[in-house]
Every structure is written in structure tokens, then in C-alpha cells.
């Protein structure tokens, strides 16, 4: 976005090419954020290859509801394409643009935040690269280095972890269903998703401490047949297992997300627990903000959204947030406390049978990003 505005920036990968265009994470991409990409040039192969959809399933019970998002949020949908396929798009529109983009190089310092001259200092084939620049945007992930560069007391760290995670697999197996599937089950959650039409990405609820070799291929399978099953529709696709890994779940919020000329964006600043959708969308979200701060800035002098960058950030972070949470709690049974179940399936049954209920969702589901 800066590039296609005439702003010349620098970006640091710790990561290879290789390995960045091959990191499975997130799928699902809302209605604003599709739109940013392809308003950027990044968005063509989306358009093409990504499966829009208009509704998720919600099973609970053993049986099926569909909420039909599009009906309730103005026509508007979702794209589901990879998060890799998304990085792969950004990094080939870079370099087509011919501007600067280091991959393995890992940035060790930011300094001089405070001052209008920050420096940022990387490791590249064993050398010292060091940028100067204006500003830094610190898009590295929760465990970069921005965080190091905030000094303690200059911002509140805020919390969640759950008493849960998920095990995801990468199965080649085609889709059983063309629309997502979220399962409540008294063992735990279950998320049916695909990438294309010849693989699926499968998600369980698992206890925080259990390990993958406590998860063989079939005990996988087996329990995801029994949480996502319903009488009308028993059986799911098999395949072989491509990937698979587990994820712990938790939330967390960075207040403010800029110290000095450091701009928080994305993961560095925010994590949400995946039930929403949320992450990928959200970093996307942020850099949007930014870029306009950063344009008003250079074009008109102005340092207005600059100033707001974090306020305005953080509102739409919160409601991520919030919703998140009310997905993640809503559908991970609770394996001690059954006044707690008890809500949850009120709350599940509420969402998926009310229609103001469900609404709200919709709208939330498809397109947080762009509600003010
Ligand atoms: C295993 C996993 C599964 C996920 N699944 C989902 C999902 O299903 N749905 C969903 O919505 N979200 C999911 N997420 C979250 C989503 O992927 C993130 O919210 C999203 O990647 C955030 O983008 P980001 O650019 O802020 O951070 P990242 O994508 O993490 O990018 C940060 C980059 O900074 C680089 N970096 C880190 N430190 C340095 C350094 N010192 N120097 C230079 N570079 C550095 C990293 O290599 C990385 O490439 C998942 C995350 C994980 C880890």
C-alpha cells in the first residue's frame, strides 16, 4: 500500500521465503478484507481460486443448524483461501514492484523510538543490516522483537488463557460439506473447514497438556466422526494427514499499540483464540489504519492518524476480542463445570435459532473489520 503511494519502506523477515510461503494458519478471510487485497493487486488468484461462502453450520445436540450469514449481513460473505496463500501473493507483488524485502533476516534491536529517527538493526548472512527510517511498523508476531523494544510501564498487557487447545490437521480428503462445521459435542469442539476442493482442515478441542503422540490417526478421525456427525449426515471424508500440530488458546490485548514512532500491528499486539476467525483479518485490519496515518502523514503533514492510530485500532481489536471469546466460549463444553455447560448450550441454541441473535454473529463473523 505504501509502494503504490510512492513511500518507500524496508521489510525484515527472520523466516525463508520458503518456509513463510509454506506456514499453514488461518483460512478464513472476511468480505472488507478481500476487498483491501484486491484493491492493493494482491487479490486476484483469491478471487480465482478461493471458495466463497454464505453460511457456517453450528451441530449441537446431534443435530445441524445453519446460520445463513449472508442473508443476515446485507449479501455480504466470506472467502475461504489459505493464510499461506495470502503471504505467498503479498511477497510475489513485492517483488514484482522491485522493492526491498529481506527474508532471513532476523531484526535484533529497534531503537530510538522516542526520537523521529528510529534505526532498526538486523542480522543478514551473518552481517549487521541497519535501517534508518521515519517509522517502524512492528508486524513480527507475538514473540518479535517490538516487544522488546517497549520499555516496561509503557503499555498494560491484558490476558485469557483457556483450559483448552486445538489440534489441527491437514488431511487430503475432499470436503464432506461445502461450509464450515462447528460442533459443541460433550467430548469437547470440533471444527470441520476445507482449503480447496481436495483438502480439508480439521480442528479438535484437546486438553491444554495432551501431546500429538497421544493422537494417532485413527483416535483423530474416530472423535472427529463422533463430534461432527449427525444422525442425517454420519460420516466424514478420510485421507492421509498431511499436517498437524497443536495450538494453545488464549487472548491477549496491548494497550497502547504505538510507542513513540513504533507502531504495533497484527499479532505483536493483539492475540484472539481462532473459533472467530479473527487473527488474520485483524493484522490486515491494522495495517489499513496504519497506512492511512502514515499517507496522511508524508502527504498532507498530517499527524492526526498517526495519533489516533492506537484508539482507533483498539476498538475494533475489543470487539474481535469479545467476540472470540463469546465463540470460544460458547462452543468448548467445559470439562468441570456444568453450570457453565448449561449456559453454553443457552447461548448455542439462542444464536443459532433466534434470528437477532444470529444476526449479530453474521455481521460480526463476516465482516468485524470493516463495522464501525
Ligand atoms: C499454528 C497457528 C494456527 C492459526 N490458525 C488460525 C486460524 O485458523 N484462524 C485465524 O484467524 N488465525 C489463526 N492463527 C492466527 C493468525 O495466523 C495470526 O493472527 C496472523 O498470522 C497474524 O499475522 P501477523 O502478520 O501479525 O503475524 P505473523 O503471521 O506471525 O507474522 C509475523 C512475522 O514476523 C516474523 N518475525 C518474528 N520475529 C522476527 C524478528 N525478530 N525479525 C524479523 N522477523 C520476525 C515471523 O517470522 C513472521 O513471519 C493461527 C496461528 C498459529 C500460530
Not at 487472548?251 to 504505538?258: D, G, K, L, T
Not at 497506512?291 to 481489536?317: G, H, I
Amino acid at each position: 500500500m505504501l509502494h503504490l503511494e510512492g513511500i518507500e519502506s524496508v521489510i525484515l523477515e527472520q523466516r525463508s521465503r520458503e518456509y513463510v510461503e509454506k506456514r499453514v494458519r488461518a483460512g478464513v478471510i472476511e468480505f472488507g478484507i478481500a476487498n483491501l487485497l484486491e484493491e492493493v493487486g494482491a487479490g486476484e488468484r483469491m478471487r480465482r481460486q478461493g471458495l466463497v461462502h454464505r453460511g457456517i453450520e453450528f451441530r449441537y445436540d446431534h443435530g445441524a443448524h445453519r446460520i445463513p450469514l449472508s442473508e443476515l449481513a446485507d449479501g455480504r460473505s466470506y472467502t475461504v483461501y489459505g493464510q499461506q496463500e495470502v503471504v505467498k501473493d503479498l511477497i510475489a507483488l513485492r517483488v514484482a514492484q522491485g522493492a526491498p524485502l529481506y527474508f532471513d533476516a532476523e531484526v535484533t534491536s529497534i531503537e530510538g523510538v522516542t526520537t523521529n529517527s528510529p534505526t532498526v538493526e538486523a542480522t543478514l548472512d551473518g552481517e549487521l543490516l541497519r535501517v534508518h527510517a521515519d517509522f517502524v511498523a512492528g508486524c513480527d508476531g507475538s514473540f518479535g522483537a517490538s516487544h522488546r523494544a517497549l520499555p516496561e510501564g509503557a503499555f498494560r498487557r491484558f490476558e485469557r488463557v483457556y483450559p483448552f487447545s486445538w489440534l489441527g490437521i491437514l488431511a487430503e480428503a475432499p470436503p464432506a460439506t461445502e461450509e464450515l462445521i462447528y460442533a459443541r459435542h460433550e467430548n469437547g469442539f470440533a471444527l470441520y473447514s476445507m482449503r480447496s476442493p481436495s483438502i480439508s482442515r480439521l480442528y479438535l478441542g484437546v486438553r491444554p497438556d495432551d501431546s500429538l503422540e497421544e493422537w494417532p490417526d485413527d483416535r483423530i478421525w474416530d472423535e472427529l466422526s463422533e463430534r461432527l456427525s449427525t444422525d442425517e449426515r454420519p460420516e466424514l471424508n478420510r485421507g492421509p494427514i498431511l499436517e498437524r500440530g497443536i495450538t494453545s488458546m488464549r487472548s491477549v490485548v496491548i494497550e497502547p499499540m504505538r510507542f513513540g514512532r513504533l507502531f504495533l500491528a497484527g499479532d505483536a499486539a493483539h492475540i484472539v483464540p481462532p473459533t472467530g476467525a479473527k487473527g488474520m483479518n485483524l493484522a490486515l485490519g491494522d495495517v489499513r489504519v496504519l497506512y492511512e496515518a502514515v499517507r496522511n502523514f508524508y502527504q498532507k503533514d498530517d499527524e492526526s492518524l498517526l495519533d489516533s492510530y492506537s484508539p482507533t485500532c483498539l476498538e475494533r481489536v475489543w470487539r474481535a476480542e469479545e467476540f472470540s471469546n463469546y465463540m470460544t466460549q460458547m462452543l468448548h463444553p467445559n470439562y468441570e463445570d456444568d453450570f457453565e455447560n448449561g449456559v453454553q448450550r443457552a447461548r448455542l441454541r439462542q444464536a443459532a435459532e433466534t434470528r437477532e441473535a444470529a444476526t449479530v454473529l453474521s455481521r460480526n463473523y463476516v465482516d468485524l473489520n470493516s463495522l464501525s
